[in-house]
């Protein structure tokens, strides 16, 4: 394996700082909690930690509003904390990336301060201006979070663009100002030490040429921009400079999220010679459970088949073999949890099975996987049950306009459907004991703790030799001393390719194979795998294994 390529056989860590721990008790997480928890992420095995934004922030959007990027939030701590948090990190032997957003500003950050206040302002065309059409936006576009995608200023008599909140107007990377202002704040970063980046929709950057109207269905009020925003014209041009003037300087990681990406596009942007980024975020496999009406995007209660999920995962799997490397991930802060989701909670039982089963199926594919805080001890969705438990400014807009504006969804149905999918499910606190507020805090958290913490929690999993996280533990020293994992062909098992509840599939290099059997179902199955007599159970959720029969949510690894 090349040094260059050393993230390969690396397992990442996501913390969502606000969540994680509070060590002021005001109720919010900071790094100085981040920094008491590093000898657990430690036990756990984890290489690299990787903060969701921790800038200077008006919090409009979690953090994504970025109005300073060279100073911490105060209410996570200061630069001291966190020149202190990155030594402990090293000096653990892990690795930190920061999240960095340069789709869009905060409408706080000096830039766009100056940008309003007149059209000749040197910083005007750091961001996206455009006339109105008859007292109108300049086109039809939509914004990520409902609503329109442009603000009128009356200041200037123009509109500015914002995909998301209107407080995140969208810089102009036409611009080569910005375009530099960009690179050097990446190195300043990296000149401290930071070991690399997730770049938040870093394939939105390049916007149409001409900014032309979009596609607009008869229940849309605007036109919905994930069909024809992403991949712009001049996204690889960009990132090619950024690799340029950035990462090539550093031995660094960088996986851009990426919505709207096929393989033969994450080809591009992540090909092994590392001309851009090194993996990207795609979302396939994460909107497998949208709702059948387009009109109602992701909201929507249905567990993926597995028929689906199979196909789309192999895919990734055998386009990007030996051109582009794959993320692995289930969960991340704007994903509800995945053992409520694709798994079960319905039962402790079941919710420990199928959440090792899960991690079964990510964890021996090719890729570099993602932990998502909590994942490793089996969190579960929050169980919000009104609108007022929702902190997650997409989750309100969306209800508003689905129930109350556009009448597409009752109020009870909708609110099973936030109950499924809202990015609150990701970003209750952690749960680390059965003491007040999980013990993440003494004070009342920012966003309230699910209620099942008293059975869920970090203490008491390590207390169980059996745990799930006893299990990630295991499954990340795998990664690290198994090549066959990093480097070995991936294959359906034969036979498995249309079968409705169980996925089979292979790893193989010239030493070794690895047969990974997993159960999707709380059904009892009888499969027959081609396994040799000499072959060694690697690792199992049941103390015993059936041979052929498939209890609920079975997940076995064979080796030989």
Known sequence: MKNNHWWKNAVVYQIYPKSFQDSNNDGIGDLQGIIS??????????????????????QVDNGYDISNYRAINPMLGTMADFDQLLAAVHQRGMKLVMDLVVNHTSDQHHWFVEAKKNKDNPYRDFYIWQDGQGGHAPNNWGSYFSGPAWKYDPTTDQYYLHLFAPEQPDLNWENPRVRQAVYQMMNWWTDKGVDGFRMDVINLISKPAGLPDGLQTADEKYATVEGFVPNGPRVHEFLREMNRNVMSKHKMITVGE???????????????HNQELNMVFQFEHMNLDANPNPALGKWYDQKPKLADLRANLTKWQTELAGTAWNSLYWNNHDQPRVVSRFGDDSTEDYRVKSAKMLATMTHFMQGTPYIYEGEEIGMTNAGFTKLSDYVDL??????????????????????????????DNARTP???????????????????????????????????????????????????????????????APGNEDDPAIFAYTRRDKATTLLVILNYTDQAMERHYAVPKTAKLLISNYADDQGTTLRPYEAKVYQY
């Open 258 to 272: 990426t919505p709207n990406v096929t393989p033969a596009d994450a080809k591009r942007y992540a090909d092994l």
């Open 394 to 423: 997409e989750s309100i807009n969306a209800y508003h306009q689905l129930v109350d504006d556009q009448g597409l969804v009752d109020p009870a149905t909708m609110l099973k459907y936030l109950a499924m999918h809202s990015r």
């Open 430 to 492: 952690m749960q680390w004991d059965d003491s007040t507020n999980a013990g993440f805090s003494a004070h009342r958290p920012w966003e309230k703790v699910t209620a099942n913490y008293r059975q869920v929690n970090v203490a008491k999993a390590l207390a169980d030799p059996d745990s799930i996280f006893y299990y990630y533990q295991r499954l990340i020293k795998f990664r690290h001393t198994m090549p066959v994992i990093t480097d070995g062909t991936y294959a359906l």
């Open 37 to 58: 928890r590093l000898d657990y992420l430690q036990k756990l095995g984890v290489d690299i930690l990787w903060l969701n934004p921790i800038y200077e922030s008006p």
